[in-house]
């Protein structure tokens, strides 16, 4: 069974950092690739970050130089890091992984950007 659990949420500034962590139970080289959704009240989920089993990335158009995904296979973990964030970014972010006939979600993370 897989879980993800994601942490590094919270309340940031227009202009501020926050990093996002996935956290994989087990090696995450099972998956094909994993990644990052979000979701802002009222819209549809959409695909922010992936990053492929052998380290390809791929970024949504509106978070493209200001956010990075990364991944740790020692830790299990996948990053997310967000920089220049917008009060547009604010939603819950999800955690996503990949293998052939499935994929698995975490429990999701609130970000909010306000001042």
């Known amino acids: 069974q897989v879980q993800l659990v994601e942490s590094g949420g919270g309340l940031v500034q227009p202009g501020g950092s926050l990093r996002l962590s996935c956290a994989a139970s087990?090696?995450?080289?099972?998956?094909?690739?994993m990644g990052w959704f979000r979701q802002a009240p009222g819209k549809q989920r959409e695909l922010v970050a992936a990053?492929?089993?052998?380290?390809?990335?791929t970024y949504a158009d509106s978070v493209k130089g200001r956010f990075t995904i990364s991944r740790d296979t020692a830790k299990n973990t996948v990053y997310l890091q967000m920089n220049s964030l917008k009060p547009e970014d604010t939603a819950v972010y999800y955690c996503?992984?990949?293998?052939?006939?499935?994929?698995?979600w975490g429990q999701g993370t609130q970000v909010t950007v306000s001042s």
């Open positions: 996503i992984a990949d293998q052939t006939y499935n994929r698995y």
């Open positions: 990053i492929g089993s052998g380290g390809s990335t």
């Open positions: 087990g090696s995450i080289f099972r998956f094909n690739g």
